[in-house]
């Protein structure tokens, strides 16, 4: 059976040197979640939307990027009945081409997906003709979630905002790998698996490994400017990678007392862009690179962010995504390039967003409490004298904890809103250095 590709008729993989190249199938998916997923949707049932095949055929489907030879034995299979793969976002973006290449080619190889061992549940490695090679790391909706709609589960959110985070990491910035989201369509049955393809990245450590004295500075500051905009909550140190040093640089420093430093790769955006202020968990926050100043590269490219622009960008690519989590990239854009451009250093962006623990309660961040001061300017919540019930309606509560959002905004009042943030922030980042300053000169 053959997966055309879509939007990429031009495309070959490439390994293949004829156009006109023999089709091969993929091992069986083994992982013991889809196989539970689909004896659980056997016996309700529904229809099979998982990438798993088994219950049509005893082999996965393969991908191609090329129509059949007029008289071969594959003519007579109408286009409309063959399974297809298309790229629903991201397909314009640095490497996608390539990485649907080498996806298309390492499975036309007879190359299979296997469950991930780390990371998030569900994740799949799809294996290179190499041993020990891994191609990519896909990532499918919740299949209980595409039977909703696709849009309510967590899972539908998790692959939305992996793509989220590479069309915002212009021009690689960060690093975050080639990422696109892709439709797996099977006319046959009716069925249809959303999910994210991510170009696999080749490493021997992450950073609880190995420890941040060996990381260069402007790799800890690329993801952490990443983070900030993104509103990370869940930037460990298992999902930033150490990534493999040119073997001609490892050969350079193999007898200096002095090792190379090691570049980072951010992994697992599934947690950021969150529909609310929350608090944020940096990996990096305390690490010593985080406390110099930025480059003046890096304070280049902080100053050339359009949090508008890419607002519009993520509208385009991923209507799905909801509203409020595209204002949280807004604010907090916004917020990192007015601190950089006050002289503020990553470590302290990032404390400013970060909410102090006390003995009996966790209070706002200096950001969330900003936030909340500009929406009771603009949408002032009624008062417990008055006639309303004293509900603070720029503040919810879940888990006993509570967070600032903007999803009750009109476009008017969203606009007045971010006026008034511009106009607290120059006091707040001021307070901020006279605090590190007073800070310092205690030593």
């Known amino acids: 059976m053959a997966i055309a590709v879509g939007h990429f008729h031009d495309l070959k993989p490439p390994a293949v040197r004829n156009r006109h190249y023999s089709l091969h199938t993929v091992a069986l998916l083994d992982s013991p979640l889809l196989d539970r997923d689909h004896r659980e949707h ?80 569900g994740a799949l490695l799809l294996n290179g003709s190499r041993a020990g090679e891994h191609v990519a790391v896909i990532k499918p909706l919740d299949d209980a979630a595409t039977a909703n709609g696709g849009g309510g589960g967590y899972a539908s959110k998790t692959v939305l905002r992996e793509v989220a985070a590479f069309l915002l990491d212009h021009d690689g910035f960060a690093s975050v790998e080639p990422t696109a989201l892709i439709k797996i369509s099977r006319p046959a049955t009716a069925t249809t698996t959303v999910a994210s393809i991510q170009r696999f990245v080749a490493h021997e450590y992450d950073a609880g490994e190995l420890g941040p004295s060996r990381f260069s500075v402007a790799s ?15 930037r460990h140190a298992g999902n930033i990678l150490v990534k493999d040093p040119p073997r001609g640089l490892q050969r350079a420093h193999g007898s200096s007392s ?5 570049d980072l790769v951010p992994i697992d955006h599934g947690l950021c862009l969150p529909e609310q202020l929350d608090d944020p968990y940096f990996e990096w926050l305390h690490w010593p690179q985080s406390s110099l100043p930025f480059s003046d590269d890096e304070l280049a490219y902080v100053a050339s962010l359009d949090p508008f622009k890419d607002a519009e960008t993520l509208r385009a690519e991923l209507p799905s995504l909801k509203e409020p989590a595209i204002r949280i990239l807004t604010v907090c854009t916004i917020f990192l390039k007015r601190a950089a451009a006050a002289g503020l250093c990553l470590a302290d962006i990032g404390d400013m967003m970060t909410r102090e623990f006390t003995a009996q309660q966790d209070g706002l961040s200096t950001l969330e ?3 909340k001061q500009a929406h009771d300017s603009v949408l002032p919540h009624p008062s417990p004298d008055g006639d309303g019930d004293g509900v603070d309606e720029s503040t919810s509560v879940s888990g006993g904890r509570k967070h600032v959002s903007f999803g009750d905004l009109s476009l008017a009042e969203w606009t007045s809103f971010l006026e008034m943030f511009e106009q607290l922030l120059p006091a707040a980042l001021e307070d901020k250095k006279c605090a590190v300053l007073g800070t310092s000169s205690s030593f």
């Open 42 to 121: 056997g016996a309700a049932g529904g229809g099979h939307t998982g990438l798993s095949p088994r219950r049509r055929s005893q082999s996965s489907p393969c991908f191609t990027t090329v129509a059949p030879a007029a008289g071969s034995e594959h003519a007579d299979r109408s286009e409309n009945k063959m399974p297809r793969v298309e790229i629903v976002a991201g397909r314009h973006a640095r490497g996608v081409r390539e990485l649907i290449a080498g996806a298309a080619a390492a499975i036309t190889s007879g190359t299979r997906l296997v469950p991930a061992q780390n990371g998030l549940s």
């Open 220 to 234: 800890v500051h690329r993801v952490g400017i990443l983070d900030v905009r993104l509103l990370n909550i869940d």
């Open 258 to 262: 002095t090792p190379a430093r090691l």
């Open 369 to 371: 409490a900003l936030c």
